[in-house]
């Protein structure tokens, strides 16, 4: 997956946890957040000064995606997105779930859905 497709991609699945992400998904996602917050940042020290406006409004907007791209990349490792709430340890739980992010999905379909490297259709919903 491409840089493109995966920003796109978030975004059209903007506030849905269901399903699976592949690492590539999420990573080119996570570079779009950091390098959108750097050059709005850059803009809001030219424009505003010390206000970060628009750094925030992005933040604001690129959150909810954010989060969910998050809980499908946990659900391509075989686990839940409830695992998200380990951020609220310092630095053990960036730690473990920063481990989670970086390793290969479980292959073929798990609880979650069908693998989303092996093109497995997905199922039907009841």
């Known amino acids: 997956m491409d840089f493109q497709t ?8 903007y506030a849905t946890i269901a399903g699976r992400a592949r690492r590539s998904e999420y990573w080119w996602f996570v570079l779009f957040i950091f390098a959108g917050n750097v050059v709005l940042g850059l803009v809001d020290q030219i424009v505003f000064g010390s ?4 750094s925030g409004i992005f933040g604001l907007a ?6 969910c791209v998050a809980g499908r990349r946990l659900h391509d490792t075989g686990r839940s997105a409830w695992w998200l709430l380990l951020i609220v340890i310092p630095l053990i ?8 992010f ?13 693998d989303p490297l092996a093109g497995e259709p997905a199922p039907v919903p009841r």
């Open 6 to 13: 995966a920003v796109r991609t978030c975004f059209q699945k």
């Open 93 to 100: 739980g960036f730690l473990v779930l920063l481990w989670w």
């Open 51 to 54: 206000a970060q406006v628009l």
């Open 62 to 67: 690129t959150l909810v995606p954010s989060v």
């Open 102 to 114: 970086v390793q290969k999905g479980t292959d073929g379909s798990n609880e979650f859905g069908p």
